[in-house]
Every structure is written in C-alpha cells, then in structure tokens.
C-alpha cells in the first residue's frame, strides 16, 4: 500500500529538497566571508594611504626647513654685505635682495606653519585609523573561525543527506526512481504531487480526468499530470484526513461566528423579541 501511494517518491523529493537546500546554504557563504573581512580591509588600506601622505608631507617639511635655513644663510650674509657696502648704488642693491630675501623667508615659513599643522592633523587620523583597524583585525580571525565552523557543519549535513539518499534509493522501485530522476534531470524540483481531494493536480492545479483520477488512487501504474507533467500520487489517507478535519474546524469556526453575530443581535434586540413573544 506505502509503494502505491508512492510514499517513496514523496520522501525521496523531499530528501532532494533538503540536500538543494543544504547545498545553497554553503554557495551562500562568500558574500559572508567578504562581509566579515571587507570593514578590517577597507581600514587597511586608508590607513597605508594616511601613513604615505604623513610621509610624504613630512618630506615635504624637511626641504622646506632646508630651504629656510638656506635663505637665513643668505639673509645673514647680505646683512654682512650691507655694513661694507662702498656707495649708494651698491646699498640699493643689497637692500632691494635682502628684502627679497626677507620676503621669500616669511613665505617658507607660513608654509612650514600650516604643514606642521596638517601634519598633525593627519597624524591624529593616523592614530584614530591605526586604533579602529587593529580593532576590525582582532574580530575578523573569530568571525571567519565561526563562519568557517558553520560552513564544515553545512558540508557535513549534505554529505549526510547524500549517504542517506544513496542508501534511500537502493530500496526504490527502480521504475518510479528512473521517472524521478528524469523529471528532476529537466532542472525541475518539482517531480512528485498528490491529487487534491477535488481531483486536481497538487502542483499545477489542473483537473485529473476521473478514470486516471480512480487508477492514479488505486495506485495502478505511474501516471503523469499531463498539465505539467509531475508524477501523480495518490493522497495519503492521514494528510487528507487532517485536511478534510481543517476544513471541517475552520467551517465550525465559521459557523460559530456568525451564531455569535445572531445571538449579539438578538441579545440588542432582546425587548422587541419578547414584546412581540406577548
Ligand atoms: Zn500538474
């Protein structure tokens, strides 16, 4: 009786749904692994980025350093020239460069100010960044362990459900096992589908004409939907009783509610009941 209401194949599909599950849980792993690690990656690299700007602009400070102690020289030098200069001209001379000098001097070091300020700037940054990725770093070496540990379990449940399967299969019929497999072979998930209780294809809702109906319930041959093309199985007896006693609780249910609404009405209506009862 199990094998004619191809309880088999039912339990097979349903062994098929598990393992595509099982199987997509773990596909679904590398947008997980990329999650966990992208925070600590992307502070990475805005912090190697901030450690070369520090560099380059602490580089940049050093010539310009360099470049004030030159024009001190100088200015120190002309200083020197103007107190030995021989005529007017000659002062005129010095005097116009020494305050080119002068000039060029309070210049550099307006820019040496401002560098040093965005120096330390960028090194507080430095500082915070270096802080929060050795913080992202500390909790991807965890979170990847458990992903990781997450990931074996899934693999061991599908090659569990594959030995159960395998073991499962070798009791088939082999008949009903070939259709199966052929079925699913066209990429669909769908292969096996009980009859409703009108008679109608469980997965396409097609009606089953009555003569198949009645073979398809006696478990006669392997039928086919011809709708979309699941194999037909007959109702188990238990499921189709708990429906026909769902059916039954959600009518008595029905029909509770609506005596509730007539006994409001008659309870609000209750003086003209009995004064038309006298
Ligand atoms: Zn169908």
Known sequence: ???????????LQELDQDLLDA???????????????????????????????????????????????EKKTRQ???????????NLREEAAVSAELEMVKRALQ????????????IRTLEDKLADLEVRYAEAKGLVEPALAALIAERDAGKAAVAALVAQRESFVAGMDPVELKLYEGIRRGGRRKAVAELTLDGACANCFGVIPLQLQNEIRHGNGLHR?????????????????????AEAAKLATAAAVVADQANGDEAGT????????E
């Open 1 to 11: 009786m199990t094998q004619r209401r191809r309880t088999a194949l039912k339990e």
């Open 23 to 69: 199987k997509e849980g773990i596909q679904d792993y590398d947008p997980k692994f990329e999650a966990v690690e992208n925070p600590a990656l992307v502070l990475e690299s805005e912090t190697v980025r901030t450690r070369s700007r520090v560099q380059e602009m602490k580089l940049e400070e050093r010539r310009l350093e360099l470049s004030l102690e």
């Open 76 to 86: 120190e030098r002309l200083d020197e020239r103007l107190g030995s200069v021989k």
């Open 107 to 118: 210049s550099d070091e307006q820019e040496a100010f401002s560098l040093l300020d965005q």
């Open 225 to 245: 939907c011809e709708a979309c093309g699941v194999i037909l199985a007959a109702p188990d007896p238990d499921a189709a009783e708990a429906e026909a006693a």
């Open 270 to 277: 209750a003086d003209d009941g009995e004064a038309e009862e």
